[in-house]
């Protein structure tokens, strides 16, 4: 009952956790071990909504043909049960390095969902998911400088790790306190524009599809992230993986997949992300990654194994954020006060080379990559 108090004081007052132990979080990767991974279908996507500290967000990315990366979110936050806020963000990063990247994010009014808790709206902007369960439109005017008018429609199938999709935290495993969720639609064909103040900007291309529910303050559930997202010709390719603060013994979690038209050819949690070079942002001191390798040691339906990797340079850095100066003010409130806690979020963009082992086959495929290297905190435990 006593951690039980201290994580509540935690997460209102912002404090530091106490060290739990790597006991305390139950990884999505113990579901894997006897089900990898679970196609979802439409009732798996409802926002929840929950009525203390959390962070939800769905998360759309687009590859254009033309060579344009893009992205749309919504943001649904709620502070310890008190104050809940909502935001869309949208960005168009800049290929031309005389042109500084198109950010936009905007405080939304007056949000609800919908009865079956599937779709989102507020003033000026929607998030709609057909009743079929296949697209999502995505609408918003709260910004001129970004009006979104973009309808994504999953061409494989979305899936989750495990039979839930969910690591739970906690000292009692049937009281949890927290909970970290995502599901994916790794494979999807994206038309639309987002219009800048230039005129539109065409996203006729591929893109992806990601939820997420962290069911208490995000720097108290992961300290540092790293997302690959490979979209090819015939493969899609998705990697999440996220490392826990030192109170929860610094455990990692990762589930990815591989996709292509109409079928999961593989995925799990069993997938592994090194940072092979690294060089230290002498402004944040992060060690940010310069090469990377991803590997996915995946499952298909039928249990058999798939092999895949994606090793390669990040490329020029599309972009580094520093969150407390970006974000909302409602997410700096979340993170007020925690010790230690300076997150930036390191954006890339560049050519890579998927190798892909399945049904005795090896398939090399060249596509587009979009990554990302978050760090919140550290994850070594303090010295005493």
């Known amino acids: 009952m006593f951690n039980w108090v201290q994580q509540q004081i ?42 203390w500290t959390n962070v939800e967000t769905e998360t759309f990315y687009f590859f254009s043909d033309e060579g344009k990366i893009g992205m749309a979110q919504v943001i649904y936050s709620n502070v310890a049960g008190i104050r809940k806020t909502c935001q869309f963000n949208s960005k168009i990063f800049s290929d031309d390095d005389s042109k500084p990247h198109l950010w936009s994010s905007t405080p939304l009014n007056n949000f609800e969902v919908s009865e079956d808790k599937t779709s989102f709206y507020a003033d000026d902007c929607a998030l709609e998911l057909t009743e079929d369960g296949n697209s999502y439109t995505i609408k918003s005017l709260n910004d001129q400088r ?37 599901a ?34 995000p ?19 998705i990697m999440m993986q996220f490392t826990t603060p030192p109170s929860y013994g610094s455990t990692v979690v990762n589930v990815g997949g591989i996709a292509q038209d109409g079928a999961i050819v593989g995925a799990g949690c069993d997938n592994t992300v090194t940072h092979t070079a690294i060089e230290t942002d002498p ?70 080379t998927l190798k892909l082992k399945v049904d005795g086959r090896e398939i090399t495929e060249e596509g587009q990559i979009f990554s990302e290297a978050t760090f919140i905190s550290d994850i070594e435990t303090p010295s005493e």
């Open 283 to 352: 402004e944040s001191t992060w060690p940010t990654p310069t090469d990377v390798k991803f590997v996915w040691n995946a499952k298909d339906k039928d249990g058999k194994p798939v092999e895949a990797e994606i090793e390669t340079s990040m490329g020029k850095r599309l972009d580094r954020v520093d969150v407390m100066a970006e974000v909302p003010a409602f997410v700096k409130r979340i993170v007020a006060g925690a010790v230690g806690t300076k997150p930036y979020i390191y954006q890339y963009g560049t050519k890579a």
């Open 219 to 237: 720097h108290h559930a992961a300290a540092q992230w790293t997302f690959l997202n490979f979209q090819g010709p015939n493969y899609s390719a």
């Open 146 to 182: 970004a009006i979104v008018n973009i309808k994504i429609t999953k061409t494989a199938p979305g899936f989750q790790g495990g039979k839930t999709g969910t690591s739970s935290y906690g000292t009692d495993p049937k009281e949890p306190w927290g909970w970290m969720r995502h």
């Open 10 to 51: 935690a997460n209102v007052a912002g404090t530091q956790e106490p060290i739990y132990g790597p006991s305390a979080i139950r990884s999505v990767a113990e579901e894997a071990k006897d089900t990898p991974y679970t196609e979802i279908g439409r009732d798996d996507l409802k926002w929840k909504e929950m009525e």
């Open 184 to 217: 994916f639609w790794p494979r999807c064909t994206v038309e639309g524009t987002i219009t800048t103040e230039e005129g539109p900007v065409d996203f006729k291309g591929r893109g992806l599809y990601s939820y997420a529910l962290q069911g208490m303050k």
